[in-house]
């Protein structure tokens, strides 16, 4: 009874692992979307894509995490006065997906 339990328990974790998963990939790729929509790609680079005028962006993710990236993409000024990053009038929600694009940058 308390092993049908505990895979049952094991069994729920990891469904909820995958559904989350699915979910953050998902996102990511909302974000690499965004990327492109915005015009991101007209000044920086993930990979390939884009155009090499300001800072690469393909290992962003290795230095700073989502939440951080949401600040920035919020406020660049705030965050650093000195950029020459202009505030980018972005919904919400392209701002949670292109941070989860851009920390997902390794």
Known sequence: MIRRLL???IAVV???????AQESAA?????RRA???NGCHDCH???????PVARDLTRV????DAPYIARWLRDPGHIRPSTH????????????ALA???????
């Open 35 to 37: 990327f492109v929509r």
């Open 7 to 9: 895979f049952a328990c």
């Open 85 to 96: 990053m202009p505030g980018l009038e972005l919904t919400d929600s392209d701002i949670e």
């Open 14 to 20: 990891v469904v909820s692992e995958a559904a989350g």
């Open 27 to 31: 996102l990511v790729e909302e974000g």
């Open 45 to 51: 680079t993930v990979g390939r894509m884009g155009t």
């Open 100 to 106: 989860a694009f851009l920390a997902a940058q390794r």
């Open 61 to 64: 993710g290795a230095k700073y």
